[in-house]
């Protein structure tokens, strides 16, 4: 397996998660209503997509930690190998899921 594509992948896949998190910031915040306009937007409306922004920062931040997290197993010439058992995790799953800490097995009892 090259870990050194995988790498950079994982380093390419991390910046444009950074900068879509750097955009979206500027755009996120409080939603004014504009109670003159048609088709208003209403309070709920507001509310639900203000939290559903929050939700996929969330989601954004957990996997930008995630890459690095498989960038430092990387580094350390641990990527491969389950954190929990220490079994090697199949390179199928690796491929399609890079990231991943954990064998099948572990991942199917945690």
């Not at 500027?26 to 003159?36: A, C, F, I, K, N």
């Not at 509310?47 to 990387?74: K, N, P, S, V």
Request: proline share 1%; glycine share 6%.
């Amino acid at each position: 397996m090259d870990t050194y594509k995988i790498k950079l992948d994982l380093i390419s896949r991390r910046q444009k998660l950074s900068d879509l998190s750097k955009e979206v910031k500027g755009v996120r915040g409080s939603v004014e209503l504009d109670q003159t306009r048609v088709g208003r937007l209403s309070r709920m409306d507001a509310l639900q997509l203000g939290a559903m922004a929050e939700e996929t920062a969330r989601r954004r931040t957990r996997e930008i930690l995630q890459i690095e997290a498989a960038i430092a197993r990387i580094d350390d010439d641990e990527y491969g190998w389950c954190v929990k058992c220490g079994q090697n995790i199949g390179e199928k799953r690796l491929l399609l899921q890079p990231m991943v800490a954990l064998c099948i097995d572990c991942a199917a009892n945690n």
